[in-house]
């Protein structure tokens, strides 16, 4: 993984102590909560409802086993004990005191850690998917050109100050996962017939109130003009983009305000002050900063484990967390694993104790190369397992909690910290999440439903990605009480969608049944081993209203 | 203007002999002295006086008149206000303006370096704010990853 040079290490530590500086200076009454918040924004630091809270990259979903041991000291010693993982491979810590954050950034900085430009209307944390460099149907390794991308935007000073918040994603392999149809730009890298590496740009994309697909405006980029192409996008937004209303201020507004032709010719203009000039990348630059993701050494093992298959054909529920859990490597022998953060009332989706993190941190060294991985769903994944290991880590896994079979099913809800943390939720997501699990712990029912992506936001900025959940749930406030709103057919990948609404809110003591009746409506309907998903495509909308609604009337009237 | 820094060869000062003096208002009836005109103001009043842009007007429109132009000041009417920097940083490296760039508005401490980088070399601070204590914001940090209007070079082309 990426080592920091001496640059990288200068930048961390300075930074360190120019916050340190900020948050004195704001403490003693020299800065006003005006003028420090966009400087604690830029800096991972919120202040929600009980505490501030920090929010810590994590680069292309890649920790060292030393780094989140990191992680777990600082979440036992400044934190109650445990951290959560968001969407957007990062690390939010909820109980932090102000006074402790310089302490807290000095001992990420000690790690090749940060904060910087977590939050803000700022170019945020640069994401990959979480089996970047080992997904077997990986075209390119996309990390290389996302850390060039990563340093290109930090601190860049042009942009710390744009309309809103600016998310990029880069992906390289047959599925999408690092939802590049859903950032404000989405980066596609592939290669053409003459081996050349190229980039489709997609611009516009974003959930939030105005979830909206993104659109492309380049196919066929030469890879060197990443940074020259990025900036005209971004110095044409800077220029143009909304500030009256922070709710028209993100990218996807001025595109669709301008029309996607007229946004394009504006960046093509740009951009043709800007291409074939320093800006463009080198070979020696892509190299330099390539071979800091060089394979790790795997071993030469056989593709099939005899004693791997013995135990899944004698232990089920082995077998089950195999067939959910486990992922194909593109290297003989290997697996890549995923750990739940999602075992049901136990705990909320992503969040992991200091133990767990250390127990994780450990089995990255025993069974892999000291990797680990954080992906968007909010679990954690060590990408380089020898199928011969599987069994060992299954059961230590499950003693930490962490090895509930359920990636892809119902239960493996993607949720906000909702209305228990955020300051800005109308609606709580925890006790939705738990209470739905409770609905459906039947492990076999599960596996029988397969793939059902369920998304919870408390409210409408959607970092519980709600659009693209086949389920989707949404907090709104109706009269200052807490209600969920349903949409159905969001999807994530090559065929990202959008889900739609299915009909007026519930509270929250509705939720479960109502879920209960769209997935009755779903096996009442499908068609042998069809995915939830299909089956809607197929019959549309209307058979699951049906179910939801006259019953549900009923009953609360 | 008071409270005003300056660089001057890459050393920053305060300047306490300022003689321009900034018309907010286009409607103002124009004092004596220099002066430092809205763009609307400036262009029926070109000679003699600076100019300020707000964010909404274009510097493209400068072009013609970069020549004969004394300063050009650009207007953060809110340090959040992002617009200055491009602004800036196309008068420097697009229009080639190598006069002086002055930032004015709600121009603060926190964001001096960054306008450096964009190519302002002064700095109306905030009058509510101590120009001392402001000029230890200039320096900012010692890596700049990418590139800037001071340094055109990103990073990867200095190693």
Partial sequence: ???????????????????????????????????????????????????????????????????????????????RGYGHFTTRQNMQFNWIELAQVPDILERLAEVEMHAIQTSGNCVRNITTEAFAGVAADELLDPRPLAEILRQWSTINPEFLYLPRKFKIAICSAEQDRAAIMMHDIGLYLYRDDDGQMLLRVIVGGGLGRTPILGLQIREGLPWQHLLSYVEAVLRVYNRYGRRDNKYKARIKILVKALGIETFAKEVEEEWQHLMDGPAQLTEAEYERVASAFVPPDYRSLPDVDLAFGTRMADNPAFARWVSRNVQPHKVAGYTSVVLSTKPGIASPPGDVTDAQMTAVAEWSERFGFGEIRIAHEQNIVLPDVPKADLYALWCLANEQGLG?????????????????????????????????QARFE???????????????????NACGHHHIGNIGILGVDKNGSEWYQITLGGSQGKNSALGKVIGPSFSAAEVPEVIERIVHTFVSY???????????????????????????LEESA | MNNLLRLEEGVARIVADDPWLLVRSPEDELPAGSLILPLNRWLQNPFGHAVWLGPDDEVESLKPWLPILPLIALDFPSFRDGRGYSQAYLLRTR???????????????????????????????????????????????????????????PLFRRR
């Fill in chain 1, 1 to 79: 993984m990426y080592q920091y040079d001496d640059y990288d290490r200068a930048l961390v530590f300075e930074r360190v102590a120019q916050f340190r500086d900020q948050v004195e200076r704001f403490m003693a009454g020299e800065l006003s909560e005006e003028e420090f918040l966009p400087l604690r924004l830029q800096n991972g630091l919120y202040l929600q409802k009980h505490a501030y809270m920090l929010r810590v990259a994590i680069p292309y979903g890649t920790l060292s086993a030393t780094q989140l041991r990191t992680l777990a000291s600082i979440a036992r010693d400044y934190d």
């Fill in chain 1, 442 to 460: 039947d492990l076999d029912y599960l596996h029988d439903l397969g793939d059902i992506s369920l998304n919870i936001s408390g409210c409408m």
């Fill in chain 1, 404 to 436: 509930c079979a359920n990636i892809g099913l119902l239960t493996d809800i993607i949720a906000c910290p909702g209305g228990d943390f955020c300051a800005l939720a109308n609606a709580k997501s925890i006790p939705i999440t738990h209470a739905i």
């Fill in chain 1, 526 to 552: 499908r068609e042998s081993e069809e995915l939830f998903v299909d089956t809607l495509q197929r019959i549309g909308l209307v058979p699951f209203k049906e179910q939801v609604y006259p019953k549900v």
């Fill in chain 2, 95 to 153: 229009l080639g303006w190598t006069g002086e760039l002055r930032a004015v508005g709600d121009v603060l401490r926190d964001q001096l370096s960054h306008m450096r980088q964009c190519g302002f070399d002064s700095f109306a601070v905030r009058e509510d704010k101590s120009a001392e204590d402001a000029l230890k914001g200039l320096a900012g940090m010692s890596v700049l990853y990418g590139r800037s209007a001071i340094e055109p070079r």
